[in-house]
């Protein structure tokens, strides 16, 4: 007999709905998977038949075959279990093939019968089509918040059989876990000294601006980095439902019970590979950092440390907010919308920003120069050089604003951007801004006298209107820009790594 | 020296881990082709005593000069010579500096690339370290400009930092000012370090370049001391613009004590790293250098006063704000955070009142430091 249940498969963060198809008849008894299973995919016959016999089913004495439908996409991981086990035991006519009407299944199954979540299966639930839906108990909460279908929640596939034959109710569905205790985003008013760089994380939060952070070990650069996500606006519901499809696509822990509404940080570390960071790893292309990060914030710490040819890789999520990636099997689209905080050392003994500091040889300080293409340092909007604070700063001194003193004007410059139709001056584009930034005598004078004596070139004088309309922005000042604004655009803005300066 | 003489001599000179001493040994033992041939045939052991006059440890380096001098070819290196415009002097030819005929540890052999006659007294030599601050910069470059005006010449090492600041001065002066002199540590077709190549060749145009290396002789940490010892020997005043503890240019400093030359240091901040080396010249004694007068005072110069040693004329107005802020950056480099804290201006203020002075070329920023130029 043939029969059918709808079930997904994940590719990239993008569920696939697939349609498992089981036939049985007489015959030579065998089990056979076909439809592009992966390893994963095609071991589910061995534990749907262990899970079979363990919850009191029969094992069918007979020609049992499995198409995963379409055949042509490839299917990944074990989400597709209890679906086949389902569809087997109509099939088999152990179950009523009316119960099966309108059933979809997302589950991995355990030897003894247990159901369970997998990785990837908001996005996965996401594409089912069906009216209801059977799904692990432990991921019950998070799947009801993207799926239409009713939620039958089930520990084990004794309790779905059951419920399937009409034998017992399906059970309730588990009570709200307990919410997870707010994640502690550690306060901007922890940061002692270093106004100019606070100043640039504002601005960078406001506008959308990379930003690029030199300085010696000890400044406090991650300190700030970690600061910043606080500054951002919280996740609209679309921004929310996004990231939590991709964190769960990646196989990141997820809250229980609700869409995170914060900002993700994702902090890679340097020796990162290039498939970690971008994305494509695993027959699933897996997201990679940078789609983690999405609506969020991309730390790297040790740019300089980074494989150049990894972050040459960055330039295209940089410039899109998306990535393609290809291979033989199979192309998707990951997003890739973050804003990146990179910080580094100036020179590998850290210490080159300090005039006569530098122990490092000249060969040293331009081999490490070379790692950053110019390219990817043209990306950076903000280029701030960090110092280590006074210690007399850092035990008197008085705090600076608190993160929700600054996230309000944040919010209220995003709201300005807002009325141009972009979320932040970074997603403006260059005739857009070249309309919105007048300059007023003051400012032409000083971008004037800038670009003559060579401080700013043709390509950064964009960037910097484009920084100085987010200055104006967080100040609440109208058109035309002033030469306070641009002035502040310029002094934030400098050139990394300055080449010696006896050269 | 002789045409002929020319490539043997170098050939010699090029031989691995033959310094100042050893060549001059090596020269004494005869005509340079004669001994030549005994390094090539490897029969400059067989005399007695001649291993042993060549230093420690020498018996095995000797054999394996045999195997060198046979993949050298005199008569090439001699007209490499000619065709980079390279002479080669000793003591016996009648150019050969006078300054060195005195002293203490003269040049055996001196490689010239250039004007010979450039080498003259009254000469200051301008030293200090290479990564020296904007500060440093600008004094050396003043100072050569100045000196240069002045007709003295401007002796130094073409390194990188101070040495190239005062030689890029001397350049800047007008056509009647003193011509240039380095000296440098490799071979004169080798420049060293690259990034100087246009000022190398600009001294080596309007001056002369000296080297005790021969030709092809490549940049080796002994050959630079040694190199010091000739600036000292060349100068009659040795000013440190910048140095730090222990700088290199400390050693030009102990070879001009040495010789009874001036020194003179350039004062700097006390916390300045770049400055720890002439402060503690000071400290310990050594003259102040102040400006160009008190040089070509102390070098018995007079100079018609055409305001040779004029300083750029400053604007007599400026607003308050951006001359409390160049009034900060006198005390040396200090940070945007602390500048704001110090002049009490807001972020915005302040950024544009460094963009100007910026603009206007009278501060610069270095990494997260602002410095005032000149």
Redesign the interface.
């Known amino acids: 007999m043939f029969t059918t249940v709808s079930s997904a498969t994940v590719l990239g963060v993008d569920g696939q709905p697939v349609t498992v198809e089981a036939h049985v008849s007489t015959g030579l008894p065998g089990f056979s998977i076909v439809g592009l299973p992966d390893t994963a995919c095609r071991e589910a016959r061995d534990r749907v038949r262990a899970a079979l016999l363990s919850s009191g089913c029969r094992w069918p004495q007979k020609r049992m075959t499995v198409n995963l439908a379409p055949s042509g996409v490839r299917k990944v991981g074990s989400g597709l279990d209890l679906a086949i086990a389902l569809a087997l035991l109509v099939a088999d006519e152990q179950l009523e093939a009316s119960c099966l009407e309108g059933l979809g299944a997302v589950g991995e199954l355990g030897l003894d019968g247990t159901v369970r979540g997998v990785p990837g299966i908001v996005p996965a639930v996401d594409a089912v089509i069906a009216d209801e839906l059977v799904v692990a108990r432990d991921v019950a909460h998070l799947v009801g918040l993207v799926s239409d279908a009713e939620i039958r929640a089930v520990a084990t596939l004794h309790e779905a059989v059951a419920a399937l034959a009409g034998e017992d109710p399906w059970p309730p569905l588990p009570p709200r876990p307990d919410p997870d205790p707010p994640a502690r985003v550690p306060d901007l008013a922890d940061v002692r000294?270093?106004?100019?760089?606070r100043?640039a994380l504002e601005i960078a939060a406001a506008g959308g601006h990379h930003l690029l952070m030199?300085?010696p070990p000890g400044a406090g650069k991650t300190m700030l980095a970690r600061r910043l996500p606080g500054l951002l606006p919280r996740l609209d519901a679309a921004q929310a439902l996004a990231v939590t499809k991709i964190h769960s696509a990646a196989g990141l822990r997820l809250p229980a019970d609700r869409l995170s509404t914060e900002p993700p940080f994702r902090d890679p570390h340097h020796s990162t590979t290039m498939v970690a960071l971008i994305g494509g790893g695993a027959p699933t292309l897996r997201p990679g950092e940078v789609s983690c990060a999405t609506h969020g914030v991309l730390f790297l710490d040790e740019l300089g440390e980074f494989p150049p040819h990894v972050l040459d890789a960055l330039r295209q999520p940089l410039e899109q907010g998306s990535i393609r990636i290809s291979r033989a099997s199979a192309s998707v689209v990951l997003p890739a919308q973050f804003l990146l905080v990179a910080a580094m050392n100036?020179c590998p003994c850290g210490e080159?920003?300090?005039?006569?500091?530098?122990r490092c040889s000249?060969r040293e300080r331009a081999r490490y120069r070379r790692r950053l293409s110019g390219p990817l340092l043209d990306r950076f909007d903000l280029r701030?050089?960090?110092?280590r604070?006074?210690t007399n700063r850092l035990l008197g001194g008085e705090p600076g604003a608190s993160t929700a003193t600054v996230a309000a004007r944040v919010a209220a410059a995003r709201a300005r951007a807002a009325t141009r139709g972009v979320r932040c001056n970074a997603e403006l584009t260059d005739a857009r801004l070249e309309a919105a930034t007048s300059l007023d005598a003051g400012a032409t004078a000083?971008l004037d006298?800038?670009l003559?004596?060579g401080?700013l070139t043709a390509r950064g004088l964009t960037r910097v209107r484009r920084l100085a309309l987010t200055?104006a922005d967080l100040?609440g000042a109208e058109a035309p820009l002033t030469?306070?604004?641009?002035?502040?655009?310029?002094?934030?803005r400098?050139e990394p790594l300055?080449a010696?300066?006896?050269? | 020296m002789k045409g002929a003489d020319v490539g043997f001599v170098t050939a010699i000179a090029s031989l691995p881990k033959v310094g100042p001493a050893r060549l001059g040994r090596l020269l004494d033992l005869g005509e340079p082709g004669e001994v030549w041939e005994r390094i090539r045939n490897g029969t400059l052991g067989d005399e007695p005593g001649v291993v042993e006059s060549l230093g420690a440890r020498s018996a095995p380096l000797v054999a394996s000069w045999r195997d060198h001098a046979r993949a050298m070819d005199p008569e090439r290196l001699g007209r490499l010579h000619h065709d980079l415009g390279i002479r080669l002097l000793c003591a016996a030819d009648a150019e050969y500096p006078e300054v060195f005929r005195t002293d203490v540890e003269p040049p055996r052999l001196l490689w010239v690339a250039g004007d010979i006659g450039a080498v003259r007294s009254p000469a200051v030599a301008i030293v200090g370290?290479?990564?020296?601050?904007?500060y440093g910069?600008d004094v050396a470059r003043r100072f050569g400009r100045e000196l240069a005006s002045a007709g003295v010449t401007v002796v130094s090492g073409l390194a990188?930092?101070?040495d190239?600041?005062a030689h890029a001065g001397v350049l800047d002066a007008d056509e009647m000012g003193a011509p240039p002199v380095g000296v440098v540590g490799t071979g004169l077709d080798v420049v060293y370090?690259r990034?100087n190549v246009g000022l190398w060749h600009s001294v080596a145009q309007c001056g002369v370049l000296l080297s005790e290396a021969p030709p092809g002789a490549t940049a080796e940490p002994w050959r630079f001391p040694a190199r010091n010892r000739l600036i000292a020997a060349l100068a009659d005043i040795v000013v440190v613009v910048?140095s730090?503890e222990r700088g290199g240019s400390l050693y030009t400093v102990d070879e001009a004590i040495a010789r009874d030359v001036e020194v003179r240091a350039v004062p700097g901040h006390v916390t300045?790293?770049?400055?720890a080396g002439t402060n503690r010249l000071l400290a310990d004694g050594a003259a102040p250098a102040l400006d160009t007068g008190d040089l070509l005072e102390a070098l018995g110069v007079t100079v018609e006063a055409t305001g040779g040693s004029g300083r750029p004329d400053r604007p007599v107005y400026r607003d308050p704000e951006e001359a409390e802020v160049l009034d900060i950056l006198t005390t040396g480099?200090v940070?945007?955070?602390?500048l704001?804290?110090r002049s009490g201006l807001g972020?915005?203020?302040?950024?544009?009142?460094?963009?100007?002075l910026?603009?206007?070329?009278v501060v610069?920023?270095?990494?997260?430091?602002y410095?005032r130029r000149g």
Do not use: Y
């Open positions: 000294g270093q106004r100019a760089a100043r030199v300085g100036p080159a920003n300090r005039p006569g500091h530098c000249d701030i050089d960090v110092t604070p006074d000083l006298t800038a003559r004596v401080s200055i100040a030469s306070e604004h641009v002035g502040m655009a310029l002094a934030l400098s300055a010696s300066e006896a050269a | 370290t290479r990564r020296c601050t904007r910069h990188l930092g101070i190239a600041a370090p990034r910048e730090t300045a790293p770049s400055s480099s940070t945007f955070d602390e704001a804290e972020l915005e203020r302040l950024g544009l009142v460094t963009a100007r910026q603009a206007e070329g610069q920023r270095s990494g997260g430091w410095e």
